[in-house]
């Protein structure tokens, strides 16, 4: 499983910023997806999660800002994010819960104080 995540940038604090992780291979739409994240000198932290079923759920520092979705048919994971504060500035992962467990490269989210 490889995995190609994108869409991050730097957004003022207040914005929205929507993040996609393209991912290889057929078993995509049977395999838990999630999003992570690690600020500088932070450990790697959960954000958002989805179920093959299409259960979500999220940590409660990003709950009602940020939306998780998947698209299986086109092989992609989303992490909507809004209302974006300094704290949510951190290179943003992808993970497939599959096997070992895969990780993309990390895209940098940042938004300035």
């Known amino acids: 499983v490889q995995l190609q995540a994108s869409g991050g940038g730097l957004v003022q604090p207040g914005g929205s910023l929507r993040l996609s992780c393209a991912a290889s291979?057929?078993?995509?739409?049977?395999?838990?997806m999630a999003w992570y994240r690690q600020a500088p000198g932070k450990q790697r932290e959960f954000v958002a999660g989805v179920m093959r079923s299409g259960i979500r759920n999220y940590a409660d520092l990003v709950k009602g800002r940020f939306t998780v979705s998947r698209d299986n048919t086109n092989n992609t994971l989303y992490l909507q994010m809004s209302s974006l504060e300094v704290e949510d500035t951190a290179v943003y992962y992808c993970?497939?819960?599959?096997?070992?467990?895969?990780w993309g490269q990390g895209t940098q989210v940042t938004s300035p104080a």
């Open positions: 993970y497939a819960d599959r096997g070992p467990g895969y």
């Open positions: 291979g057929r078993i995509f739409s049977d395999t838990a």
